[in-house]
């Protein structure tokens, strides 16, 4: 059998946004499912799910980056740089030849509907010409693992 080792770890999730605090959340017994605050839900039948909290993806990747990435994406890169950094992996170490032998591998059925609504209501209200231009890069399903391996090189 092959064996899987697990080097680093990294997260964002509903009960935090890294390791540590979900952790935290996990021992404690806390739920992340919390009334819905990303949009209006009052006519849905449910108003509740598990939203990602207190998230700014300026912080972590910049204006111009956050822009360009759907939610889904950037939530995979702020978690693959928090593993990565906890497997002491770095940059300079993909560069010199590490980067040729990793792969990224995220599982996802469908990517970006967050974007797809966005840019959906931008038709509607602005027309076509409003819409990203970045708009099918952000709705595919390996966009995430895309944004990982542009950031840190890996070809594998």
């Known amino acids: ?33 919390r009334q819905i605050t990303h949009f209006d839900a009052a006519e849905y039948r449910s108003t509740i799910a598990a939203e990602v909290k207190g998230f700014d993806p300026e912080q972590h990747l910049g204006p111009r980056e956050a822009r360009r990435m759907d939610p889904y994406a950037q939530f995979a890169v702020v978690a693959a740089r928090e593993a990565l950094a906890d497997a002491g992996l770095t940059r300079e170490a993909f560069a010199a030849g590490l980067g040729e032998r990793t792969a990224v591998i995220i599982g996802s059925g469908m990517g970006g509907m967050f974007t797809v609504s966005e840019q959906i209501h ?27 391996a542009i950031e840190y090189g890996l070809k594998g």
């Open 1 to 33: 059998m092959r064996r899987v080792v697990i080097t680093g770890m990294g997260t964002v999730s509903p009960l935090g946004n890294d390791v540590a605090t979900t952790w935290d959340a996990v021992v404690a017994g806390r739920s992340g499912v």
């Open 122 to 148: 931008v038709l509607d209200e602005r027309g076509p010409a409003k819409v990203s231009p970045f708009f099918v890069p952000m709705i595919l399903p390996e966009s995430a693992s895309s944004m990982v």
